[in-house]
């Protein structure tokens, strides 16, 4: 099969378009034709080898854990699925190795939810992992109506998700972002302030007596989140391991098809909106990665056109 992979750690340029082994399928397993790849900062962070402390990798590698696809076979009992079935995963594995930008990928029946017929292949490529950690990380903080909320980085995809299951849960959204970006955070139900010097002083003129907890987005803003956190309000990061020190909570999100499932159901009653800022063809992964790197905050970048 066809797969984009690098053999080394490195820029974009260890990426190469190579033949690989069709992924066998495991009891409980699920093989995947991919139709759409979500591409993620930690795709191309694990491919400079930025977390080699952290996660086992077996090169040559195959990035990419979000996928969107059609059930091409089912392992030994595995009931859940079958042949043609159109689902949806945050594929993420404790080893990286056999990722999802590839035309083939093997998957436990356990990490795959049936995708909503409401979304795209792009949409449903983007939505797992920032799907799965927005709702998290919500899910950490306990924040309930009529509550709070500050969300660092309101305008990349994660915040998005954010805005959305919170507004949902009849929260009070206070997002960052630049001032192109402020038009879609009024849509999505936020009110938005420019992030920068002066963040502190602007949250305040919003919610003078504090916000009840904040979700960290973005990293590198423990600063302004214990500024303006109430004295029993909660804080959790998914880009800051100094939050710990500081009595906030460090988020990794954890593949689950039972979790996917929840978000699913907010795609099909038309609560969970998913923007896709850009795709490009499997073959130009290196572009969709410099894409990714520039920090556009415009929605999720996807990778197509798996098969030639």
């Not at 049936?114 to 950690?133: D, R």
């Not at 303006?228 to 880009?239: T, V, Y």
């Amino acid at each position: 099969m066809k797969a984009m992979t690098y053999a080394q750690y490195g820029g974009t340029e260890v990426l190469e378009l190579t033949q690989r082994p069709t992924p066998k399928v495991a009891p409980g397993a699920v093989l995947i034709r991919v139709k759409a790849a979500g591409v993620n900062p930690v795709d191309w962070k694990i491919m400079s080898g930025a977390l080699d402390g952290l996660m086992d990798v077996n090169f040559p590698v195959t990035p990419g854990w979000d996928v969107a696809g059609v059930v091409e076979a089912v392992g030994f009992d595995t009931p859940d699925f079958k042949v043609g079935d159109e689902v949806y995963s945050y594929g993420r594995r404790d080893t990286i190795q056999g990722g999802t930008f590839a035309e083939l990928v093997a998957l436990p029946a356990a990490i795959v939810a049936h995708k909503p017929a409401t979304l795209s292949w792009e949409q449903a490529a983007a939505l797992p992992l920032t799907g799965l950690t927005a709702q998290r990380t919500l899910d950490a903080l306990a924040v309930t109506a009529g509550q709070t909320l500050l969300i660092h980085n309101g305008s990349g995809s994660v915040g998005r998700t954010g805005i959305q299951l919170a507004v949902h849960a009849g929260v009070r959204v206070i997002a960052t972002g630049s001032v192109r970006n402020h038009e879609r955070l009024r849509e999505l139900g936020a009110e938005p302030v420019e992030y920068g010097p002066g963040l502190v002083e602007r949250v305040r003129a919003l919610a003078p007596d504090g916000v009840d907890a904040v979700a960290d987005f973005i990293g590198d803003v423990v600063d302004d989140t214990l500024a303006l956190l109430k004295a029993d309000g909660r804080h959790a990061s998914i880009a800051d391991w100094t939050v710990l020190s500081h009595g906030g909570q460090y988020i990794w999100v954890r593949p689950s098809a039972e979790e996917l499932e929840r978000l699913s159901l907010l795609v099909e009653d038309g609560t969970l909106s998913v923007d896709v800022a850009q795709t490009f063809p499997l073959q130009e992964a290196a572009k969709a990665f410099e894409a990714s790197m520039s920090g556009h905050g415009a929605g999720k970048i996807v990778l197509t056109e798996f098969t030639a």
